[in-house]
């Protein structure tokens, strides 16, 4: 298939290339590289695609890759720009579309609540409008565990009551979902949510706990732990998100629904609830480092437990993550350690 893929320079978007990639599959991955956090860790994740850099970094320019000819190009691009975006789509006429790209960060989304709006409300619009007009056959779109906000009931199900959005980063995704029924019921191509739960893994974002906990051990600084360590939280591993995403991407969603079900919402998550404390106990057991403690409340957007239900992902797709955790975080501090020399590593 012809596939688009947003946000093909951050952590999920580039994992979801590099499967597809490998698939077979032509894809077109799409990011605007904005500095919400190092551009550095954005364009090695392109180079890895085989991207090179001084393409990358121009704007609006379609950058084959080196590695991958005719199976993957780039472009840097807003998807707030509602002239180049049309046009992409015209001249690439892809079958399949997956919107990865957002402004990501609940706590981000307190101090800079413009750029939320207009990358996660005005773009992701901008995305439907072209789906809607260029006959794609299916747009599979990231949303968020945040959405469940302060929801007692454990776990969390896609039939839960999701009004109740605590940041405006979960108040864009729950946006999100309901521009995508909208748009499904209007004019009837499918649309898939995927409510992801706290992933990590290698060139994971530096802002998530798994990098900054590590980043301040391997440098001899106190970490933070907020409402003093007791949260829990649905740890998913990269892998497991990642194939997820492509088999519903890979699947004709009308083998899986009738005609009233053209907007469908998946739970991706390790269906397991992990305390806080042990993840860093995990991360702590890799390094061989003992963590310096800074014990704080809890900030205004978090939430202190969440836990995925994934019964309609393993019924639809037969597919549940199962990565236990102590695995995925020896992965990430593998490769923490060889992207940034740590210790004499060299290879992930």
Not at 15 to 21: D, G, R, W
Not at 81 to 99: G, H
Not at 124 to 143: D, G, K, P, Q
Not at 286 to 314: F, Y
Request: aromatic share 12%; glycine share 8%; proline share 4%.
């Amino acid at each position: 298939m012809k596939i688009l893929i947003t946000g093909a320079a951050g952590f999920i978007g580039f994992f979801v290339c590099k499967q597809l990639i490998r698939k077979g599959h032509e894809v077109v991955g799409l990011d605007n590289i904005n500095d919400y956090y190092d551009t550095n860790l954005k364009y090695d994740r392109l180079r890895e695609l085989g991207v090179v850099r001084e393409n990358a970094e121009k704007f609006g320019q379609i950058s084959p890759s080196k590695t991958h000819p005719g199976s993957f190009s780039f472009i840097r691009l807003n998807l707030e720009n509602r002239e180049a975006l049309p046009k992409l789509f015209q001249t690439r006429k892809f079958d399949v579309v997956c919107n990865l790209a957002a402004q990501a960060g609940v706590r981000y989304s307190l101090e800079n609540p413009e750029s939320y709006i207009d990358s996660n409300i005005v773009g992701f619009l901008n995305v439907l409008e072209c789906c809607r007009h260029h006959n794609i056959t299916h747009l599979v779109y990231a949303s968020s565990s945040s959405v469940y906000g302060l929801n007692k009931k454990i776990p969390f199900e896609t039939t839960d009551n999701v009004d109740h959005p605590i940041s405006l980063y979960a108040a864009t995704k729950k946006s999100n979902e309901l521009m995508a029924y909208t748009y499904s019921h209007l004019y009837g191509f499918p649309t898939t949510g995927l409510r992801f739960f706290t992933v990590y893994g290698p060139w994971g974002r530096p802002d998530m706990a798994m990098f900054l906990f590590t980043d301040a051990m391997v440098k001899g600084n106190p970490i933070q732990v907020f409402n003093n360590g007791q949260m829990e939280r649905d740890f998913t591993y990269i892998d497991d998100i990642v194939e997820g995403v492509v088999r519903i991407l890979e699947k004709d969603p009308k083998e899986k629904r009738n005609a009233k079900e053209n907007y469908k919402i998946y739970n991706i998550g390790n269906n397991n609830s992990v305390k806080l404390l042990d993840f860093i106990e995990a991360i702590e057991k890799n390094l061989g480092i003992k963590a310096q403690r800074e014990l704080l409340p809890m900030q205004p957007g978090d939430v202190e437990r969440t836990w995925a239900n994934v019964d309609d992902l393993i019924k639809d797709y037969n597919y549940s993550p199962n990565t236990p955790v102590g695995e995925g975080v020896a992965h990430f501090i593998k490769w923490y350690k060889m992207y940034y020399g740590v210790g004499g590593e060299n290879e992930y």
